[in-house]
């Protein structure tokens, strides 16, 4: 009988460990998250980073998605590049929104850091990009624009945010090099954010902007300036008046996405609280309203698409770059 109970004693003592460390995990994953919310934008307030960031701020809270506190963080600096550096060190309480600027940054040489330092969870949005100019602006058009650059390509100020070789960058670069116009001697000023742009268009400080679409319409239908061209495939609710490169004799059609990554290291655990957590955001009401008023378009990925995306994307733009001679 002893030999019986010292045998059980020693079985019980060997599945312990086991127990424990079950428990322990599924404590850590009922837990996660423990303390605020940080979604990082990295650009300044009023750019479309920031305005995603607090789309997606409020539909976690009004939907209640999310038991924390939720903060948007604004961390502005070297196209994205300060808000991602921040996100780096941080742990899986913090996220940060990315777009094309986190590959093209990396692929210029502008930037060591990539993509894969971090942990991709979701691409969440797409939108048109649209091309600016000030009210008392002598082009009518694009193709008009076009014109003037192909004849003088350095002749005028076209204003970017908040870094070279983003989409909207590209957008144009290809637009100007199908009409003819020599890419490599245009007169690109870049500014922190869309807000920027906005003010210098309103003052007339630029010639042409380039931004989402989402950061111009209200100006332009304010007529506080005035859109000339859009990258969509069809004339767009509320510029039905702006005719789309493909009507003005530019075969391009190009979105603008938009995604969501966390800090490196993050667990199998905490992966996949974020992953359902976005997922369920994107089905709800609520986050259909905000996209449709901001004139964006849903493009949900998961975690593991959003990674096969990325380097899909990281191709694309390569050649991109490549063909603009941007990169050697």
């Known amino acids: 009988m002893k030999s019986v109970i010292q045998a059980f004693l020693l079985v019980f003592v060997l599945l312990l460990p086991a127990c424990s460390t079950g428990s322990k995990a599924g404590m850590e994953e009922k837990d996660f998250p423990t303390k605020t919310i940080e979604i990082i934008a990295p650009a300044t307030i009023g750019g479309g980073w920031d305005a995603a960031a607090r789309a997606v701020r409020q539909v976690l809270i009004e939907e209640g998605l999310v038991e924390q506190n939720i903060l948007v963080v604004n961390k502005a600096g070297g196209s994205g590049e300060v808000g991602w550096q921040h996100l780096s060190n941080q742990d899986a309480h913090h996220i940060a929104f990315n777009s094309s600027l986190l590959l093209t940054n990396h692929l210029l040489g502008q930037s060591k850091v990539d993509f894969r330092d971090f942990t991709p969870l979701a691409i969440l949005t797409t939108e048109w990009i649209a091309v600016a100019v000030p009210n008392d602006s002598p082009f009518k058009d ?10 003088d390509p350095s002749s005028l100020k076209i204003a970017i945010a908040p870094g070279l070789a983003n989409n909207d960058h590209i957008s144009f670069l290809l637009a100007a090099k199908s009409y003819g116009v020599d890419v490599l001697k245009l007169n690109f000023i870049v500014y922190d954010s869309g807000g920027d742009i906005d003010k210098r268009l309103l ?11 989402s950061e111009f319409i209200d100006e332009h239908q304010t007529h506080q300036f005035k859109v000339i061209a859009v990258t969509s495939d069809e004339r767009l609710e509320g ?5 789309t490169w493909k009507e003005q004799g530019v075969d391009m059609v190009f979105p603008h996405w938009r995604g969501i990554m966390g800090p490196p290291g993050m667990t199998e655990e905490e992966i996949a609280y974020w992953n359902q957590t976005i997922k369920k955001m994107t089905e709800t009401e609520a986050w259909g309203k905000l996209i449709r008023k901001n004139k964006w378009e849903s493009f949900y990925k998961g975690s593991s698409e959003a990674k096969r995306f990325l380097e899909e994307q990281e191709r694309m733009y390569r050649q991109l770059l490549e063909g603009s001679g941007l990169v050697d």
């Open 142 to 151: 694009a193709r008009e624009l076009l014109e003037k650059l192909k004849e």
């Open 239 to 243: 510029l039905e008046d702006v005719a």
């Open 203 to 213: 003052d007339s400080q630029i010639d042409v902007a380039i931004s989402s679409v």
